[in-house]
């Protein structure tokens, strides 16, 4: 048992700081923070330690922050050591004692406050969006991401440039010209995906700015899971792209139905490296505290199972509804419990009534439709009438007779029910045949 929500609330709930530099819950004290004298913020680098201890990254210092790496990555908390740290005075990271301790087995748990991997995912696509497209309020890069990388002595190439009217930015690895942004987001206004996939990733696109605006949470479940590495395919460095690519794939596995356990280890170390690769060749203003949750989602994929059972969608959608029933502002929660009391009761009467709609089911937007040409097609009862529709209509319109596009075209115009209550006695007499038989 454990509590699903977005990140400020996990820090309510627990009890805990979830920002500055020990803004990890899992990592405590460990949490590998570095502050930006320029940027004014902390960043959460220093993933390698998460790799094997022979790992060809640990030794590397100018790829990452100037620095070899050959600690340990920190043990998580038990409940019992949290509980022990709040009760003697301990509240570094601690604000006071949550009031679920006061359940017995609380502090057995392993996991007390799950991840919610709904706001995780959108939050890490807004930053690689923002900073691929350069979407102001959204973009990691910028003279102050320069500066701290030319303070911690790293990717001085990348440094500003500063001239007698403006700043000069030289291209990272990460910034795409004009054409790139224009043809990334001319890939996601020609996308098409089924009906039900998504929302229309079409009116998302600004073509004229070069942006994506207004992006939900299953708008950007959808990017990473699918979209965003087809877009990128054909631009950024190859590093760059491989890294974003990575991460994909892993949050597209993660998020499956059905999970391998005995894959899990293999993505966890697939996730570390991924994230090393994204601190070679991203700047470290990048890195906020949503980017490095992303490398203990697999841990509780092990102990809490797959993420579809503990996202907080469900719970959105069901806010959502939540929302609706509110007519008077002034008084929301009387508007839902009597919205909700009501629609129970509705709900018991439909069960005793004929012809009455469920309440909250809408109807299908089938309703009233035509069966497609490929099911009528497709059966075989039907295909007889189908042959003797083509008979006919070669017979109407004998100048077309020899042009096969041109009849197909003619019989797919007329609807199937229209051709097909021709034959409806025949239909009748052979459906009355089988079942004599």
């Known amino acids: 048992m454990w509590t699903i929500n977005d990140f400020p609330a996990y820090g309510n709930l627990s009890c805990c700081v979830v920002k500055g530099y020990k803004a990890c819950l899992i990592c405590g004290d460990d949490t590998p923070s570095h502050r930006l004298k320029n940027g004014h913020k902390i960043c959460y680098i220093g993933h390698r330690k998460w790799l094997p201890i022979n790992h060809p990254y640990r030794r590397q210092r100018a790829a990452f922050n100037g620095k070899p790496e050959y600690s340990i990555p920190p043990e998580p908390f038990t409940g019992e050591e949290v509980l022990h740290m709040v009760e003697n005075g301990d509240r570094v990271c601690w604000k006071k004692k949550s009031i679920f301790f006061d359940l017995e087995y609380w502090k057995y748990l392993p996991v007390r406050h799950a991840l919610d991997v709904m706001h995780i995912e959108k939050n890490v696509c807004d930053s690689i969006i923002g900073t691929l497209l ?26 500003p440039e500063y001239g007698e009217r403006r700043t000069r930015l030289p291209p990272g690895p990460w910034n795409l010209s004009k054409a790139e942004k224009r043809e990334v987001c001319n890939s996601f206004y020609g996308m098409k995906v089924p009906e039900g996939y998504s929302s229309n990733i079409k009116n998302l696109v600004s073509l004229q700015d070069s942006r994506l605006l207004g992006l939900k949470s299953h708008d950007c479940h959808t990017l990473m899971q699918q979209l965003l590495p087809v877009a990128i395919r054909s631009v950024l460095e190859k590093p760059a792209r491989y890294a974003i690519t990575r991460l994909c794939f892993f949050f597209n596995a993660i998020c499956a139905k059905t999970v391998d356990v005995s894959k899990l280890d293999k993505l966890e170390e697939d996730v570390v490296v991924t994230l090393c690769l994204l601190e ?82 809408p109807s299908s937007q089938k309703m009233g439709v035509s069966k497609p040409l490929s099911g009528c097609t497709n059966t075989e009862e039907v295909l007889p009438y189908i042959e003797q529709h083509m008979i006919h209509i070669k017979t109407a319109y004998p100048k077309f007779r020899k042009r096969t596009k041109w009849l197909q075209d003619k019989h797919n115009s007329i609807s199937f029910n229209g051709y097909a209550s021709r034959f409806k006695v025949n239909l009748r007499k052979t459906i009355m045949a089988y079942q004599k038989i």
């Open 134 to 159: 350069e979407i102001p309020g959204k973009n990691k890069d910028g003279i102050a991401a320069r500066l701290d990388l030319l303070n911690m002595r790293v990717k001085t190439d990348l440094q």
């Open 280 to 361: 070679k060749y991203f700047p470290p203003s990048f890195f906020d505290i949503m980017v490095h949750l992303v490398v203990h989602l697999v841990r509780e994929v092990r102990l809490c199972g797959p993420v579809y059972f503990r996202w907080m969608y469900p719970f959105e959608r069901y806010m959502k509804v939540l929302k609706g029933y509110v007519q008077n502002r002034t008084r929301p929660e009387g508007c839902i419990a009597e919205r909700y009391i009501a629609e129970e009761a509705v709900e018991f009467c439909t069960q005793h009534l004929s012809d009455v709609s469920t309440v909250g089911v």
